[in-house]
């Protein structure tokens, strides 16, 4: 038997959980007890203030649905989404497009459309088009590449916010051709509140923050032998292009739709990107979340 204190505390769980027999589960939970110890006697946290801190957690978790993940929203607007992104993209072995967030609203199964479709059953407002190229690292299309797109509408609001999971728009699936290459017509996505009626949402306006994502498209690549890519384009005249609320920006990422007499629809204002694909390696997995509704089965 020993005294526990504040400080041999610490080292007494650490020398508990020591047995576990997973080497990766141990360094994760190690670090996770020594930085959570840590944190609590920087702040000197009082009971009250932890077991508001645990209704938090609570709400986060009673929060989410079939089609709302409050628990990705948390971890971005935390930045720690954007950081285990940034620390995936770190892994590559090959030159390629940056990551960007998957977010909550990505669902899967989303309806193949033929390339030159347009991803809206109901514009209301002039049409763009989007055209690219998937690559490799020598600049070589990258044919059969599934291409998954989703963004809001042209008022800021994803299908999953205006219909739950019944109807998707805004979202499809395209197959590159024999050149890499694809093609798309949308309508200009609207910058948008992350979702402010839940936990994540109050603990936003608690620290004034504006709680703004500037206008994007996501998009989910992948073929064989290539490391998925999830990421997004941002437009870079949205007001919140320097101060999106949960850091997914970056300057290689930035798009504006303009007029181009090489799009394959001359006549629509376009956005021109070639995406670059990494060899596959062993890092596994690209998305920080999935579907919501595969994640709420899995807790069951
Ligand atoms: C999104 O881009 O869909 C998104 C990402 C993080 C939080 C909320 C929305
Ligand atoms: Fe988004």
């Not at 021109?272 to 999935?290: C, I, K, Q, T, W």
Request: glycine share 8%.
């Amino acid at each position: 038997m020993h005294d526990l204190d504040e400080t041999s505390l610490t080292d007494a769980v650490l020398a508990q959980m020591a047995s576990t027999p997973d080497d990766r589960l141990r360094e994760i939970m190690t670090a996770a007890v020594k930085h959570l110890h840590a944190f609590a006697r920087e702040v000197s946290l009082t009971p009250a203030e932890w077991l508001m801190g645990i209704g938090f957690m609570t709400e986060i978790g009673q929060t989410c649905t079939d089609s709302r993940q409050e628990t990705i929203l948390l971890s971005d607007v935390l930045g720690l989404s954007a950081m285990v992104n940034a620390l995936h993209d770190k892994t590559r072995v090959d030159a390629a497009t940056d990551s960007s967030l998957l977010g909550p609203f990505y669902r899967e199964a989303s309806p193949t459309l033929a390339i030159g479709d347009c991803i809206v059953a109901n514009p209301q407002s002039p049409e763009i088009v989007f055209y690219g190229q998937v690559r490799d690292l020598e600049g070589r299309g990258v044919p059969q590449a599934s291409v998954e797109v989703w963004q809001t509408d042209e008022h800021g609001f994803y299908d999953m916010q205006l219909y739950g999971t019944e109807k998707m728009d805004m979202r499809a699936r395209f197959v590159t051709g024999p050149d890499g290459r694809f093609h798309f017509r949308t309508v200009r996505p609207l910058g948008y509140f992350i979702p402010m009626d839940g936990p994540v949402g109050r603990l936003i306006r608690a620290q004034q923050r504006h709680g703004c994502r500037p206008a994007h498209i996501h998009f989910l690549i992948s073929a064989p032998g290539y490391r998925e890519l999830v990421t997004s384009l941002y437009q870079g005249d949205d007001q919140y292009i320097d101060s999106d609320v949960v850091f997914g920006v970056s300057n290689a990422l930035v798009i504006q739709a303009k007029p181009d007499p090489n799009s394959p629809f001359p006549e629509l204002e376009a956005i021109h990107y070639d995406f670059g694909l990494a060899r596959a390696s062993e890092a596994g997995e690209a998305r920080v979340g999935a579907d919501p509704s595969r994640l709420v089965k899995t807790a069951e």
